[in-house]
């Protein structure tokens, strides 16, 4: 066993290590609505400054036919106004690929993080990830809370076979988030999540691909709570042009809910619907222009133990490159509840950047950060927000990175 061992040790330090590091800085100044004096005053729009920090270090390997990648990428915020507080989110990511066979290929995925999470709509849009539209509430007061001691680690397992016009795609997750300690929890209860999800892509041409997919899901939270949402759809995938490709599919939901309070069964049901498309244009090299774009009509399990709803989310994508070291991009994600009543929050975010690559390793951005929240009917009465409010921020940011082999 200790002879195996050794080989195996000298075998993965033959193998070749490569290394990625980056350190991006980001100071932005905007507007933030603080918590009103009492529960009954208006919140007043004020000006607020913060520098974030985001440092990522990422080791990766190719031994045979696996391929292991870790990332550290921590998430460091300062306050730069009167009370000068700071957070830090300690996040990693450990991934690896297995391909077993040229048709089978075994991916594995275990985030963790854990630390002060900013819940702040103002953090930097990512385009593929809508916004929960429900930020976190003290259920005491009803004012936000958007900085909390927070925890999450999800683990993934997904396995993919593809035959010569089938592709089979199963996987499973399982999640574990909330509060960290015991204030945080009253705001976020910690919750446990399973996922299992299947799917299947059929090419009928070469331009045209059936698509269907079925998922389970059960969420369990510390206050009681307990939802489960099962859904179904089919849908047509077809490249367009060279360059264009859209998607569009359609389905059903159904939910059973349990509420802390009253431990009844809630169930429900709803359609499933989206569609997306996206396009690639080379104007004149080496002017590169890239654009996509999804609407999604589907179930949501509210991550504070409130049940499952039914949301509307959007996502919106453009990045134009010129001359290979001028660069402009568009995010735009949101997300909005629609029933039951006291989950229709919304919370939309427009991100505008222009990027200026000085050298290789070195690069400056600016922009402009702006977000619209709107609470549920059943929260008017919040203290920390108005019944629609808006906040923006303007932000330059500076990254210096560097990659290459060990």
Known sequence: MGGSFAVLVAA?????????????TEGRTGTAYAPAPTSSAAATPSMASFLEIYPSAALSTL????TIEGRYQPRL?????MDHTSAVLHRGILSGTWRPSRKTRLNFDQSLAYGRNDFSPLVATQATTPPDPNLPRNPLTGARVLILAYFESISTVRVTHTLRSLELVG?????????????????????RNGTINGRADFAVTRSDTFTSNASVGVT??????KTAVESAFVGWRRQLTRATQGDVSAGVNVSQSIYPASQDTVVGAGPSASLGVSHQLSVKHPHQLLGSARVTYSAAIDP????AYQRIEGTLAADYSAMGWLAFGLRATGAKGLSPSNLRNGL?????????????HLAISGGLRGAWISPSQAALGDAAFPVQSFQWA???????QQHGKL
Request: glycine share 10%.
């Open 304 to 307: 504070y133990g409130l049940g």
């Open 171 to 191: 996987s499973a997750a399982y999640a574990l988030s909330g509060g960290l300690d015991e204030l945080a929890q009253t705001v976020l209860p910690l919750s």
């Open 348 to 360: 939309w975010q427009l991100e505008f950047t222009s990027r200026f690559a000085v050298e290789q």
């Open 12 to 24: 993965l330090g033959a193998a070749p290590v490569n290394y990625e590091l980056s350190l991006r």
């Open 63 to 66: 031994f045979g036919q696996v």
């Open 77 to 81: 915020l300062y306050s730069l106004n």
């Open 220 to 225: 369990t939270f510390s206050n009681g709570a």
């Open 394 to 400: 303007a932000f330059v940011s500076l990254t210096v």
